[in-house]
C-alpha cells in the first residue's frame, strides 16, 4: 500500500461532515453560498468570476510591494513556457479591476460587481487564518459616495442580521483621506517616528521607512505610548475628505447602523483611500476581522484604466461560518424529504419510476441502491434522516398501490393508490 498523501497546510476539505479541527461542513457552506446569491440578487450586485491565476505585476501594482501580503505570503511561480511570473490571487480586487479594464465593462457606467472563490495566502494557519481561504466580494465601480459606502455597509449589516451574528460584529470606520493629506501625515509620522528610532524594535524601524503606518499596528506593548502620541491622520483631513466621511457617518446614522471610529484603522493593503471599514468580533480569538474593504479611488487608473472611483469590502467565509455556526442561524436541509425502498420480483423499476415523479415535484429523494432486506433498508432509512419513507412492494404493486411512512411517526404508516402517492405525502408534510 502507498503512503497516504495529505491535503496541502493550511488548506482544507470541506467533508459532508465536521473534523476534528475544522468544524465547517460542506452543506453548511452551499447553504451561505445560496444566501449569498440572494443577497447579492437584492441589492443589484451582478456576479463576476476571474481566475486564479494572475500574472503576479497585478498585485504587486494594486497590494503594494512593502505589504505583508506581496512582501511574503503570495505563491508565485514562473510558467514552463516562458519566463512571465504568475501567482495564485491572495484576494479579489485586484482581478475584478483587471477584468473591468480588460473587457472595457465601465463603457455603460458604473456597475456593481460581486465574486465569491478561493484566495492564498502563505500565512501561518491557525483557527480562522488558513492558506487557502475564501472570500465574499463585492465591489461598486464609478460610484463617487458617500452614497454608495453606505450601501455596501448597510449590505454587510443586512447579511449579518439575516445569519444571527449582527449583535457579535463591530463595525470600525476610519477614513484615510487623499494621497496628498496621507503624504503630508506621512511627512510628520516618519518625523515623529525619528525622534524615538532608539526606541522602536526592529520590525517597527524597518517600517519607518517602508510603511510607517504598519509601524502604528504594532502589537508591541512597549511601543503603545509611543504610538498612541503619534500624528492621528484624522488631523490631516482637507475639507472634501472629511465631508465624505461625514456624509458617510449622517447616511449611517439615518439607518440606525452603530460604528465605532478607529483612527488607527489603516488595512493592510496599499490601495485604499478615504473610507476604510472592518468588521471585528470577539468571538474569534486572534482573527478577529470577518469583512473588510473601503474605498479605491485611484485603482482603475493604476491598473491602466481611465480614472473610475471604486468601493468595496471581502469577507471571510471561514471565519464568518465559524461564527455562524456557534452563534447564528443558517437553515439548511442536508437529508432527503423521502427514502425510496423497495423489494421483490419488478418492483425496482416502479419504484425508480415514482423517485423520479417525486423529484420532478421538487421532493429531494433518496432513492436505495442494492439488495438488501426491507429491515435493512428501514434502517437506513433511519438514518439518512429522511421525513417520509416510500414502500414498494410485489404485492402492492400488482395492486397499483404504494406504502407511505411517516418516519416521525405522526403519520404512521399507509397503503394508498399511487396514484394519490403525490397528494398524501403534500397533505403530510403540511
Ligand atoms: P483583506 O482584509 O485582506 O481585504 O481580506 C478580507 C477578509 O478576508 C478578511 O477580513 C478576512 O476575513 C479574510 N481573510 C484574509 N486573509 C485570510 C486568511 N489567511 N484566512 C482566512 N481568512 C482570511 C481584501 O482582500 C480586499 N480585497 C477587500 C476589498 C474588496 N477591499 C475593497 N474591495
Not at 457579535?168 to 487623499?178: A, C, F, V
Not at 443558517?330 to 415514482?354: F, K, S
Request: glycine fraction near 10%; include cysteine; charged fraction near 25%.
Amino acid at each position: 500500500m502507498g503512503q497516504k498523501i495529505q491535503a496541502v497546510k493550511g488548506m482544507n476539505d470541506l467533508l459532508p461532515v465536521a473534523q476534528k479541527d475544522f468544524a465547517l461542513t460542506a452543506g453548511l457552506w452551499q447553504a451561505f453560498e445560496e444566501s449569498i446569491a440572494r443577497w447579492t440578487r437584492r441589492y443589484g450586485y451582478q456576479p463576476i468570476r476571474t481566475p486564479i491565476v494572475e500574472q503576479t505585476g497585478l498585485f504587486v501594482r494594486s497590494i503594494g510591494e512593502e505589504t505583508d501580503v506581496v512582501g511574503k505570503e503570495m505563491y508565485t511561480f514562473s510558467d514552463s513556457n516562458d519566463a512571465l511570473s504568475l501567482t495564485l490571487r491572495p484576494e479579489g480586487t485586484a482581478s475584478c479591476l483587471r477584468a473591468v479594464v480588460e473587457h472595457n465593462l465601465l463603457y455603460n457606467g458604473p456597475l456593481r460587481l460581486w465574486y465569491m472563490g478561493p484566495m492564498f495566502r502563505r500565512e501561518r494557519p491557525q483557527k480562522g487564518r488558513y492558506r487557502q481561504f475564501h472570500q465574499v466580494g463585492v465591489e461598486a465601480l464609478g460610484f463617487e459616495g458617500p452614497d454608495i459606502d453606505a450601501e455596501i455597509i448597510a449590505m454587510c449589516a443586512d447579511l449579518w442580521r439575516e445569519l444571527g451574528i449582527l449583535p457579535h460584529l463591530t463595525l470600525e470606520l476610519n477614513s484615510l483621506g487623499n494621497r496628498q493629506e496621507r503624504a503630508a501625515h506621512r511627512n510628520a509620522l516618519v518625523a515623529y517616528l525619528m525622534q524615538h528610532e532608539d526606541s522602536l524594535d526592529e520590525d517597527s524601524r524597518r517600517r519607518l521607512h517602508t510603511n510607517p503606518l504598519r509601524v502604528l499596528d504594532t502589537k508591541n506593548p512597549a511601543l503603545q505610548s509611543i504610538c498612541d502620541a503619534a500624528p492621528c491622520l484624522s488631523d490631516y483631513l482637507g475639507e472634501e475628505s472629511l465631508a465624505h466621511y461625514n456624509g458617510l457617518k449622517a447616511l449611517l446614522d439615518g439607518l440606525g447602523i452603530a460604528y465605532v471610529e478607529n483612527p488607527r484603522l489603516v488595512r493592510g493593503l496599499d490601495y485604499y483611500n478615504l473610507t476604510v471599514f472592518e468588521w471585528t468580533t470577539d468571538k474569534l480569538g486572534a482573527q478577529a476581522t470577518v469583512c473588510g474593504g473601503g474605498r479605491y479611488n485611484g485603482l482603475m487608473e493604476e491598473l491602466g484604466g481611465k480614472p473610475a472611483p471604486g468601493i468595496g469590502f471581502g469577507m471571510g467565509m471561514e471565519r464568518l461560518l465559524l461564527l455562524v455556526r456557534e452563534f447564528g442561524t443558517l437553515a439548511y436541509q442536508d437529508a432527503p424529504d423521502i427514502y425510496v425502498m423497495q423489494q421483490g420480483e419488478g418492483t425496482l423499476p416502479a419504484a425508480m419510476q415514482y423517485a423520479m415523479q417525486l423529484r420532478a415535484a421538487g421532493w429531494q429523494v433518496l432513492q436505495h441502491a442494492g439488495s438488501q432486506s426491507l429491515k435493512a433498508q428501514m434502517k437506513k432509512a433511519d438514518a439518512s434522516g429522511a421525513r417520509f419513507a416510500l414502500i414498494v412492494g410485489e404485492s402492492e404493486l400488482a395492486e397499483g398501490r404504494v406504502t407511505l411512512k411517516d418516519m416521525q411517526g405522526v403519520r404512521g404508516q399507509h397503503t394508498v393508490a399511487a396514484v394519490d402517492m403525490m397528494n398524501t405525502l403534500d397533505e403530510w408534510k403540511q
